[in-house]
């Protein structure tokens, strides 16, 4: 019961904490709608690694951060789901697993069939560069490495950005 009541806590934390100012990268700089993609490399799920830099040399790219805990994380990946299956082959989509182990991330990706690629940042340090505050947290990413959308669904994201 304590653990439910403590991430209940956390979870109200986090959107409290979202409310109540804009986002901004480590340099202090607003990145929510606007401004450059910072690049960072992370293990995947697979084994493989993922980095931005590179997928962005060919692909617009949506990054998607998320945890196994949150509930609206687990109703999110349904639409990144069906989102990936529309347009995986032209956009880059990456779910990125916030601060879990790699093996609890890999039973709840096999529990909810997801199928995009996820990338693991143990330590939270790409989760900071981002200024993530809620979760899940959308980031689309053109080419040219502009960030077109900062905010909570995949769905608004796509009426909102057009790849």
């Not at 806590?9 to 606007?34: I, K």
């Amino acid at each position: 019961m304590e653990k439910l009541v403590y991430r209940a806590a956390l979870c109200a934390m986090l959107f409290a904490s979202l409310m109540l100012g804009a986002c901004s990268n480590v340099d202090g700089q607003s990145v929510a709608l606007t401004g450059k993609a910072t690049d960072f490399s992370l293990e995947t799920l697979d084994g493989g690694k993922f980095n931005l830099g590179e997928i962005l040399k060919t692909k617009n790219t949506v990054l998607v951060f998320w945890t196994t805990w949150c509930p609206s994380c687990a109703r999110e990946v349904a639409d990144v789901e069906k989102y990936y299956q529309q347009h995986g082959k032209d956009v880059a989509v990456i779910g990125i697993n916030i601060q879990e182990s790699k093996n609890k991330v890999a039973g709840f990706a096999d529990r909810m069939g997801i199928s995009y690629p996820i990338a693991l940042d143990t330590a939270g340090h790409v989760a900071r560069i981002y200024n993530v505050r809620g979760i899940p947290t959308v980031i689309a990413i053109n080419k040219k490495g502009d960030i077109l959308y900062f905010g909570h669904d995949i769905v608004e994201m796509e009426r909102k950005v057009k790849f």
